[in-house]
């Protein structure tokens, strides 16, 4: 399945001076990542992938706090409250 063209160009209002944060959601198995990492060259934006910031060994989860400072320092995240 191609999401997106060969020759696709993004919108120049998606890659202007603003903060492009796409979330893909999938099963497992679904391909989330292939999609993920193919939207990110095509728009030339940083691919995060959320499971390499969550887990640590033994698939142990990061802390709710902890995690949302990883993810503020690799995504910028804003938050309210």
């Known amino acids: 399945m191609h999401l997106l063209r060969q020759n696709a160009r993004p919108k120049k209002q998606l890659i202007g001076s603003g903060t492009v944060k796409i979330n893909v959601i999938g099963t497992s198995g679904s391909g989330k990542s292939t999609v993920a990492r193919g939207i990110t060259q095509k728009l030339n934006i940083p691919y995060i992938q959320l499971d390499a910031l969550?887990?640590?060994?033994?698939?142990?989860?990061?802390?709710?706090?902890?995690?949302?400072?990883?993810?503020?320092?690799r995504w910028r995240v804003k938050t309210t409250g």
């Open 54 to 73: 969550f887990w640590r060994a033994d698939w142990q989860g990061t802390p709710d706090d902890l995690f949302l400072q990883k993810l503020k320092r």
